[in-house]
């Protein structure tokens, strides 16, 4: 049985303790980033009147250093690179405080290094492990830990933060740690499958048990997600929570979601009346369908430049799900470059050859047969590399 949304918090919440410290209190968590304790006591006075003579006695930099820090929190949107000069300046000011290791480590991963952000971080969780608990520097903590093949605790990370994601700035941010976090789940259940058939278990993989619960797990993520309001990553999570639920077995509710998909692309077609007006309606038709398949080669497109995925080969996947409904051809060539790489030795393979036999049959794996599109041919596959960055 799945884990219904309303569920997500109360299940899913594991205390950040285990990993960095004692949960503290969301809205203190949410401002920690910017305000680190030491510049706490500046931070509540207004800035003109300056530091008091005793800060001046105790830490004459103390001033400069929280500046510094300040700067590299704005300069992290738009010039990561001077972002990570600041925090480099101060912490020559002031050695051993956790907060320039954090801003550190955030430059380092919008600089597209997370061995250095994920170094950083340990340094800063090290000095202080409550250094991390707001929103957004757990989730780049989280992606830090993932990049760098650190699953475990990359997922611990995502639970505490998904009951935070309300914190974060914007809908399009809240979406994507959910579909992070259903990837990264989604990748350990076809891990804990595998060792559940070898019988040589990683650690932490309890076989089909675990498999089930963390594929449950993201599951539930993406329906949270789905239940948001909309975002640019819409058609994302519906795809991948049709993809989810598809390996989860639940293959009726996977083709609810495509179709519920394809309708939100198909237009209004006009009515019209004699001859005339069938001629009217066969040229609006095929204007249609071409269009459809325009936005959805498109989609298959923008699928190659996601950056949320935690298996490499699942963009074929989610690509040949967008394909199924309007693009026949399409969708077998993904299915079936899915299955020649290495999505054809993981646990999801029979999953893949089923929607891929059910195409070739003509099922489109909703019971009918698309229209071929005349633009199929230039959805062709191209090869893919890497994962997420």
Same mark, same amino acid.
């Given at each position: 049985?799945?884990?219904?949304?309303?569920?997500?918090?109360a299940? @899913?919440?594991?205390?950040?303790?285990?990993?960095?410290?004692?949960?503290?209190?969301?809205?203190?968590?949410?401002?920690?980033?910017?305000?680190?304790?030491?510049?706490?006591?500046r931070?509540?006075?207004?800035?003109?009147r300056?530091?008091?003579?005793?800060?001046?006695?105790?830490?004459?930099?103390?001033?400069?250093?929280?500046?510094?820090?300040?700067?590299g929190?704005?300069?992290?949107g738009?010039?990561?690179?001077?972002?990570?000069?600041?925090?480099?300046?101060?912490?020559? @000011?002031?050695?051993?405080?956790?907060?320039?290791?954090?801003?550190? +480590?955030?430059? +380092?991963l919008?600089?597209?290094s997370?061995?250095?952000?994920?170094?950083?971080?340990?340094?800063?969780?090290?000095?202080?492990?409550?250094?991390?608990?707001?929103?957004?520097?757990?989730?780049?903590?989280?992606?830090s830990?993932?990049?760098?093949?650190?699953?475990?605790?990359?997922i611990?990370i995502?639970?505490?933060?998904?009951?935070r994601?309300?914190?974060l700035?914007?809908?399009?941010?809240?979406?994507?740690? @959910?579909l &992070?976090?259903?990837h990264?789940?989604?990748?350990?259940?076809?891990a804990?499958?595998?060792?559940?058939?070898?019988?040589?278990?990683?650690?932490g993989?309890?076989?089909?048990?675990?498999?089930?619960?963390?594929?449950?797990?993201?599951?539930a993520?993406?329906?949270?997600?789905?239940?948001?309001?909309?975002?640019q990553?819409? $058609?994302?999570?519906?795809?991948?929570?049709? %993809?989810?639920?598809? $390996?989860?077995?639940?293959?009726?509710?996977?083709?609810?979601?495509? &179709?519920g998909?394809?309708?939100?692309?198909?237009?209004?077609?006009?009515?019209?009346?004699?001859?005339?007006? $069938?001629?009217e309606?066969?040229?609006?038709?095929a204007?249609?369908?071409?269009?459809?398949?325009?936005? @959805?080669?498109?989609?298959?497109?923008?699928?190659?430049?996601? &950056?949320y995925?935690?298996?490499?080969?699942?963009?074929?996947a989610?690509?040949?799900?967008?394909?199924e409904?309007?693009?026949?051809?399409?969708a077998i060539?993904?299915?079936?470059?899915?299955?020649?790489?290495?999505?054809?030795?993981?646990?999801?393979?029979?999953?893949?050859?089923?929607?891929l036999?059910? %195409?070739?049959?003509?099922?489109?794996?909703?019971?009918?047969?698309?229209?071929?599109?005349?633009?199929?041919?230039?959805a062709?596959?191209?090869?893919?590399?890497?994962?997420? $960055?």
């Open positions: 049985m799945h884990l219904g949304p309303l569920l997500l918090t299940l @899913l919440v594991l205390p950040l303790a285990a990993h960095a410290g004692q949960a503290g209190d969301l809205v203190a968590a949410a401002a920690a980033a910017g305000r680190p304790p030491e510049c706490a006591a931070s509540g006075r207004a800035i003109a300056g530091p008091t003579v005793w800060e001046r006695a105790r830490a004459p930099e103390l001033p400069r250093y929280c500046d510094l820090l300040a700067r929190q704005a300069q992290l738009g010039d990561a690179g001077a972002a990570r000069e600041s925090a480099r300046l101060a912490d020559q @000011l002031l050695p051993g405080h956790a907060a320039p290791q954090v801003l550190l +480590a955030r430059a +380092a919008a600089l597209g997370p061995e250095d952000a994920a170094r950083a971080f340990e340094r800063a969780r090290s000095v202080d492990p409550r250094s991390v608990e707001d929103p957004q520097t757990m989730h780049d903590l989280a992606r830990l993932a990049r760098t093949g650190k699953r475990g605790e990359a611990a995502y639970r505490a933060l998904v009951p994601i309300d914190l700035g914007t809908a399009d941010q809240r979406a994507l740690v @959910l &992070e976090a259903a990264l789940s989604m990748a350990t259940a076809g804990a499958s595998v060792a559940d058939a070898s019988g040589r278990p990683p650690a993989a309890h076989g089909e048990a675990a498999a089930r619960r963390d594929l449950d797990e993201a599951i993520y993406l329906r949270e997600a789905r239940l948001r309001a909309q975002t990553l819409a $058609r994302d999570v519906t795809l991948s929570l049709a %993809l989810a639920l598809d $390996r989860s077995g639940d293959k009726a509710q996977a083709d609810a979601a495509l &179709e998909e394809a309708t939100a692309l198909e237009p209004a077609r006009p009515r019209g009346e004699g001859a005339r007006g $069938r001629a309606n066969q040229s609006a038709g204007a249609a369908r071409e269009r459809t398949a325009d936005d @959805l080669a498109s989609a298959a497109a923008r699928l190659r430049t996601v &950056e995925l935690a298996v490499p080969e699942d963009r074929l989610l690509e040949a799900l967008a394909l409904r309007a693009m026949t051809a399409a060539a993904r299915w079936e470059a899915y299955l020649s790489g290495a999505g054809g030795q993981g646990p999801w393979a029979p999953a893949a050859r089923a929607r036999d059910a %195409l070739r049959r003509g099922a489109g794996g909703g019971g009918h047969r698309p229209a071929r599109a005349p633009q199929e041919r230039s062709a596959p191209r090869p893919t590399t890497g994962g997420a $960055r």
